[in-house]
């Protein structure tokens, strides 16, 4: 796609867009409704005659967000340039904040490499952005599809201005360099609604910063665009149609248990139930459900949420996470009391998340009676399918081996699926519970009742081309 010619600012607000052509004749696109003016402004700037094509807001919006997400510059090539440019005794000048990134490329050099630097991660559907300071460098690196990958090397100069425009955008104090802070930036790019979580570090060289990219336009999945066989679908299905209980998706950080939730949650009719959440933070809008974000600066913590939520009648209570006894306790009390509660946990598969609680101070005879359900999940990344290839030794038959092009930034995975292992707690399993038995007893009977460990239902994926044996592995390396 050809780098676009008018100002993004210009197009978006005047409804043109330039699609190509030659130096003959420019193609423009342009929304219905709008000025006249705008076309005769267009041709004034272009210099040359127009071939117009008319399209609907929405179409519009799309066309703008491709055409200008899409054609920005790569990261790298920006934090070159501000490099020499810049004069770095001026680093700590206070900036100003942005509200759409795409309207500021003549702004000052450390706002526009920051400016870049979030347009890449949006584009290359990054979840993390990492800035991290060291005694010869900076760099910085993005997460995709769960795997860190260097995008650049700014000046290490430059990294103390950096981490200030940051912390300015999330409205934390700059001159507070000691401790770490917590913030938010609500950016666009593009049209697209961005939350960005900003957490700071201070280290030996600096201080360090995560951001963690929330894309607010995405869509949302449903359980059965998760990955999850389709047994498994049905038989988590039919524990989330119990009237009360517990119900827990469990895994590391980045596992994808928010998202799971979330999908669960959109299968309830929430026209007819009272549906509440207390997250820490709330990722994404759910109509109909009421959703309550953690706040320690004000002491409102999981526990005291939980404690205000049963007093407002709810049907289905949503835990983001179980993090303490307090917590645990109150999720097993608003189960025994006819709720629905549907809670994460940080364990490695689900036989641990019994033991975990346990462990906790939760009493095995209130879990046995109260457990109903446990969902282990990890994420593996998809074959990239515009470049993936056929394995080539005689045992690897039927598999597929990653081969990198640049759709997928030469990685040869392109987005990435869940594989779950799913246990649902009947009699016999309460009694082992009940009477505090080992993890692997717990195992063993899942097994005899054919739930698949988290390798097994890996492999379905990787019989049919999905992924890697290779990613297998290395996600399932503990």
């Not at 559907?125 to 599809?145: K, W």
């Not at 993090?323 to 549907?342: F, N, P």
């Amino acid at each position: 796609m050809s780098q676009p010619s008018l100002p993004y600012a210009f197009a978006r607000s005047q409804g043109v867009l330039l699609r190509g052509g030659d130096e003959a004749q420019a193609e423009l696109l342009v929304r219905s409704g709008a000025a006249l003016g705008a076309v005769n402004e267009a041709r004034r700037f272009l210099r040359r005659p127009l071939r117009i094509e008319t399209a609907t807001p929405g179409a519009f919006e799309l066309a703008l967000a491709q055409a200008y997400g899409d054609g920005e510059r790569n990261a790298a090539e920006v934090v070159a340039d501000v490099g020499q440019e810049i004069d770095l005794a001026q680093l700590m000048t206070e900036l100003p904040a942005v509200e759409d990134l795409l309207e500021r490329q003549d702004d000052a050099p450390i706002i526009r490499m920051i400016n870049a630097l979030l347009a890449q991660a949006v584009r290359d559907r990054a979840s993390d952005v990492h800035i991290e300071p060291y005694e010869q460098s900076s760099v910085v690196r993005l997460r995709r599809d769960g795997v860190l990958q260097d995008i650049a090397r700014p000046h290490r100069a430059l990294h103390a201005a950096m981490a200030s425009r940051i912390k300015v955008m999330a409205n934390l104090d700059i001159a507070e360099k000691r401790l770490p802070q917590d913030g938010r930036i609500s950016l666009r790019l593009a049209g697209r609604q961005i939350d960005v979580r900003v957490s700071t570090l201070p280290t030996s060289h600096g201080e360090r910063l995560v951001l963690r990219l929330l894309d607010k336009s995405a869509g949302q999945l449903g359980l059965d665009a998760l990955g999850m066989a389709p047994d498994s679908v049905r038989q988590f299905q039919a524990l989330l149609s119990q009237p009360h209980g517990i119900i827990l998706v469990t895994g590391p950080t980045g596992s994808g248990k928010s998202t799971t939730l979330y999908a669960a949650l959109r299968t309830l009719d929430a026209t007819r139930m009272n549906i509440i959440t207390v997250e820490d933070p709330v990722e994404f809008d759910l109509p109909g459900v009421g959703q309550i974000q953690v706040n320690a600066r004000i002491d409102l913590d999981f526990a005291r949420a939980l404690r205000a939520i049963l007093r407002q009648d709810p049907d289905v209570i949503m835990i983001g996470e179980i993090r303490d006894l307090e917590t645990a306790r109150i999720a097993v009390q608003a189960s025994l009391t006819g709720h629905l509660v549907l809670a994460t946990l940080h364990t490695n598969d689900s036989a641990a998340a019994v033991t975990r609680l346990i462990d906790m101070g939760v009493e095995p005879f209130l879990l046995a009676s109260t457990l109903r359900g446990v969902l282990a999940q990890r994420l593996v990344r998809k074959l990239c399918t515009a470049c993936r290839q056929p394995a080539d030794t005689e045992s690897s038959e039927g598999r597929w081996r990653a081969v990198g092009c640049p759709s997928c930034g030469n990685t040869g995975y392109a987005g990435r699926l869940g594989i779950h292992e799913l246990i649902a707690v009947d009699e016999t399993l309460s009694r082992l519970i009940h009477d505090g038995c080992q993890e692997a007893e717990l195992r063993q009977r899942a097994r005899a009742t054919g739930s698949r460990s988290l390798y097994d239902d890996g492999m379905r994926h990787v019989a049919n081309g999905t992924t890697t044996l290779e990613e297998l592995q290395r996600v399932m390396r503990d």
